[in-house]
């Protein structure tokens, strides 16, 4: 006989066995790999290790009939192709067999010339079925991965439009920071340089201490621009290596002395000899130097700086604390915010505002942390933690 199964396997359930042998035999013939059952149970539990492509039940069983069969092997395998068996006279059975799932149904006696043609359609419906539910699942997941690109262009979106507005902030508040000292370098030079507006020895020298004043304050926002810019690029480049913490504290100490000494502020230095940090020696000391003159600036007239060293973890922790006038919450929250001076802009203490903002890129470029506690009154304390050399 030609082998026109392709191999199909097939389970084959009639409670007379000798129907069910001969059905197994023939179907065999046209290339069909069957297994036969009597019974309705012990076909169900061989369905349940998979790889049947069609079962065959008879209508009309002791036990597990044909319907209850059909219906608990489409809850074991959904993509099993049912046809069910019966004898003349049930074909309303065999009907009610087929909203309950079967795709066909054959009658007994068997006739060859009909049962071939079932089975052939059965698999094909079979198979459009799985390549159905194929193509919806396919569908389905394209669906979920273009909603998920949706979301991830809209939160593109809404960076892309914040970083916009921040770099246009940014360069708002730039171009005023920078203009501020440069009007009065200018004014002051066009004072000093006419020859009709009147100005005494004494005039000229202040207006001279004007013009200097401006031109550091002017030089320090450029040098902070720029420092701020390499890191946001990405061109900062630092030499990590284990740097004394004893050592550096004390040589940033020094250079911030006078202005201690300006304030009679009592500085108080730790004892960190042993302790050292994996970082670049050059930027470890322009953070502790911020650090360190915020704390002179805006501490209150013969008040104290502390420096406090600490390791744990492989990490070192220093502490700069002061006897200030402290930060409110909200005043907290906005620390590291670009020409964000809190409040100081209009205060005696001259600053850049984006100190803060470049210390916390450096820290964080040599995988370091850094934040603040602060009360009103109470006084402030910056902290910075770095790993362990």
Not at 131 to 159: G, I, P, T, Y
Not at 213 to 218: D, P, V
Not at 229 to 244: D, F, I, N, R
Not at 367 to 386: R, T, V
Request: proline content about 4%.
């Amino acid at each position: 006989m030609a082998a026109d199964g392709s191999a199909v396997r097939v389970l084959v359930v009639d409670d007379e066995a000798s129907h069910m042998q001969a059905l197994c035999d023939t179907l065999r013939d046209y290339g069909y790999q069957t297994v036969g059952f009597t019974a309705g149970e012990a076909a169900l539990a061989e369905l349940g290790g998979g790889g049947y492509a069609l079962l065959l039940a008879d209508l009309m069983m002791p036990g597990m009939d044909g319907i209850t069969l059909l219906q608990a092997a489409l809850r074991s395998d959904p993509d099993l192709a049912c046809l069910i068996m019966t004898g003349d006279g049930t074909i309303g059975s065999a009907v009610e067999a087929m909203q309950q799932g079967a795709l066909d149904y054959i009658l007994k006696p068997f006739k060859l010339s009909v049962i071939l043609p079932v089975l052939k359609r059965a698999l094909a419906m079979r198979q459009l079925r799985i390549d159905k539910a194929q193509v919806e699942q396919s569908l389905r997941e394209r669906a979920a991965e273009l909603a998920q690109a949706n979301r991830e262009l809209d939160l593109a979106r809404a960076k892309a439009e914040l970083a916009s507005r921040a770099k246009s902030a940014f360069i708002s508040s730039m171009s005023h920071e920078l203009r501020t000292p440069l009007n009065a370098i200018l004014g002051f030079s066009h004072i000093l340089s006419s020859t009709t507006l009147p100005s005494t020895a004494a005039q000229k020298r202040e207006f001279a201490a004007h013009i200097l004043k401006s031109s550091k304050h002017l030089l320090a926002l450029i040098n902070e621009i720029l420092d701020l810019a390499k890191v946001e690029s990405g061109t900062m480049e630092l030499e990590l290596q284990a740097v004394p913490l004893a050592e550096l504290i004390q040589e940033c100490a020094t250079l911030i002395q006078p202005l201690c000494a300006a304030r009679q502020l009592r500085l108080a230095l730790p004892a960190a000899a042993q302790l050292r940090a994996l970082a670049d020696p050059t930027r470890l000391k322009q953070i502790m130097l911020n650090l360190l003159s915020n704390a002179a600036k805006y501490n209150r007239e013969g008040g104290a700086i502390a420096v406090h060293c600490g390791a744990g973890g492989g990490r070192v922790r220093i502490r700069v604390c002061d006897t200030g006038m402290g930060l409110r919450p909200e005043q907290l929250g906005e620390l590291f915010q670009p020409f964000n001076r809190l409040g100081q802009e209009h205060g005696g203490e001259e600053g850049t505002g984006i100190g803060l903002v470049v210390t916390r890129r450096l820290v964080e470029l040599m995988d370091g942390a850094i934040g603040a506690a602060s009360e009103p009154g109470q006084g402030s304390e910056f902290w910075i933690d770095l790993p362990a050399a």
